[in-house]
């Protein structure tokens, strides 16, 4: 079945370390998504991708990092800069960045804390 | 700027009971889309509907109706005869046509429905 995968679904983080979140999909889509969630409330931009090697910062792009070599993965990396990573993190693609009425579809999500 | 405001951060009701989720938006382009999500416990965020602004029409999908108003900037949905399944937390997303496929969310609607 064609979708988004996410992984780890539960990642910890000791103090002053680099972690890498994984999202991997098989839509054939242009344009990926990371996007933070703290409980209680909406989902926040941190950095997309309209296509390969190219990407954006979002709303909250200090402290994490992004790369896109493939059209399929675009992982994110959560530096020890981000003072308070603890937060369920998601990944959405859609087909092309450009199409403002392309819904995103999205992952099952990584919950990240710190130790 | 854009905006999406959804005042009801959780709504509990007894299954059966038709129970509406609020949805106000802030936007200065002429076209724009307006989206629904579900995300259950699990964490995955669920596509429910999309809107775009040149069209009023309600909309209604089995229990689901939506109901869209350009005069009061409302997009609401109204879930009849609740049903525990339904319990979840629903997103009020927006795009713009000049911001492509980038979505604002609301903060998000807690609907729990008791047996």
């Known amino acids: 079945d064609g979708g988004i995968t996410q992984s780890p679904k539960y990642l910890f983080r000791k103090e002053g370390q680099n972690v890498t979140l994984s999202c991997e999909q098989n839509?054939?889509?242009?344009?990926m998504y990371w996007y933070r969630q703290d409980p209680g409330q909406g989902l926040r931009l941190i950095y997309y991708?309209?296509?390969?090697?190219?990407?954006q910062k979002g709303d909250i792009a200090e402290g994490y990092s992004v790369s896109r070599e493939k059209k399929e993965s675009f992982p994110l990396t959560v530096t020890s800069a981000q003072k308070n990573p603890t937060a369920f993190y998601l990944c959405?693609?859609?087909?092309?960045?450009?199409?403002?009425?392309?819904?995103?579809?999205f992952g099952d999500g990584t919950r990240l804390s710190i130790l | 700027a854009q905006k999406v405001t959804q005042a009801q951060t959780e709504i509990s009701v007894v299954e059966k009971e038709d129970v509406t989720l609020d949805c106000v938006y802030e936007?200065?382009?002429?076209?724009?889309?307006l989206f629904w999500y579900k995300q259950p416990p699990s964490g995955e965020l669920v596509f429910l509907i999309r809107?775009?602004?040149?069209?009023?029409q309600n909309e209604i999908s089995g229990r689901y109706s939506w109901n869209f108003q350009k005069s009061t900037s409302s997009f609401n949905f109204t879930i009849t005869a609740s049903q525990v399944v339904d319990s979840a937390v629903y997103f009020c997303?927006?795009?713009?046509?000049?911001?492509?496929?980038?979505?604002?969310f609301g903060e998000g609607t807690q609907l729990t429905v008791n047996p």
């Open positions: 959405a693609s859609s087909v092309t960045q450009g199409w403002a009425n392309q819904p995103q579809h």
């Open positions: 839509l054939n889509h242009d344009a």
């Open positions: 991708s309209q296509i390969v090697n190219d990407f």
């Open positions: 936007t200065r382009d002429t076209t724009y889309y």
């Open positions: 809107r775009n602004s040149f069209d009023e």
């Open positions: 997303a927006l795009s713009e046509e000049t911001s492509g496929s980038r979505l604002t």
